[in-house]
T-cell receptor, first 114, second 115 residues
Framework: QKEVEQNSGPLSVPEGAIASLNCTYSDRVSQSFFWYRQYSGKSPELIMS????GDKEDGRFTAQLNKASQYVSLLIRDSQPSDSATYLC??????????????FGSGTQLTVLP | DTEVTQTPKHLVMGMTNKKSLKCEQHMGHRAMYWYKQKAKKPPELMFV???????INESVPSRFSPECPNSSLLNLHLHALQPEDSALYLC??????????????FGPGTRLTVL
């Protein structure tokens, strides 16, 4: 079982719709969760971070975390063609010497159709 | 300001060359990271520096040699690379390495091609 799993997609939604991206993780003691957006040929850009169960909203983006189910999701409301990108789910974990590191999912490619 | 800068943007090198990638941040972050990303794959962690000390080396071949001269600067020295090392090399930094809620911010990356 992969440590962080995402639906690889591709996921296509019409402009104005809600895009729903899902991620599950295997390490129960994980405490920090991140969504990054990556345009083709560019570096990952932080969209949202979430640490507590429940919802966290920032503009058109809502992250949802359920630690009991080991599940984190990202909703994008009123999707725009500019949201077309790969979305990476990342989970923070403790590594050797107490350094934290991120484990990334394989990414979900989202296309928003005009 | 959450800017991490990387130079050069693009690098083409032969298998016998020696080159270096540079990463800089002036946010007072005390952890810095090197990642390698191949096309259509997620970033793979290579090295972590925590308070200027190497704390994680993810079994990276010795032809990659990291260096952290000070808290703002991170280098990756390259020597005798192979064509399969061609990738996007990403640098990231985070504020406090031992905090759970430590967010990593990525630089724009260096696109490396090994001929």
């Amino acid at each position: 079982q992969k440590e962080v799993e995402q639906n690889s997609g591709p996921l296509s939604v019409p402009e104005g719709a809600i895009a729903s991206l899902n991620c599950t993780y295997s390490d129960r003691v994980s405490q920090s969760f991140f969504w990054y957006r990556q345009y083709s040929g560019k570096s990952p850009e932080l969209i949202m971070s979430i640490y507590s169960n429940g919802d966290k909203e920032d503009g058109r983006f809502t992250a949802q975390l359920n630690k009991a189910s080991q599940y984190v999701s990202l909703l994008i409301r009123d999707s725009q063609p500019s949201d077309s990108a790969t979305y990476l789910c990342a989970v923070g974990r403790v590594s050797s010497g107490s350094a934290r590191q991120l484990t990334f999912g394989s990414g979900t490619q989202l296309t928003v159709l005009p | 300001d959450t800017e991490v800068t990387q130079t050069p943007k693009h690098l083409v090198m032969g298998m016998t060359n020696k080159k270096s990638l540079k990463c800089e941040q002036h946010m007072g972050h005390r952890a810095m990271y090197w990642y390698k990303q191949k096309a259509k794959k997620p970033p793979e962690l290579m090295f972590v520096y925590s308070y200027e000390k190497l704390s994680i080396n993810e079994s990276v071949p010795s032809r990659f040699s990291p260096e952290c001269p000070n808290s703002s600067l991170l280098n990756l020295h390259l020597h005798a690379l192979q064509p399969e090392d061609s990738a996007l090399y990403l640098c990231a930094s985070s504020q406090k390495p031992r905090r759970d809620a430590d967010t990593q911010y990525f630089g724009p990356g260096t696109r490396l091609t090994v001929l």
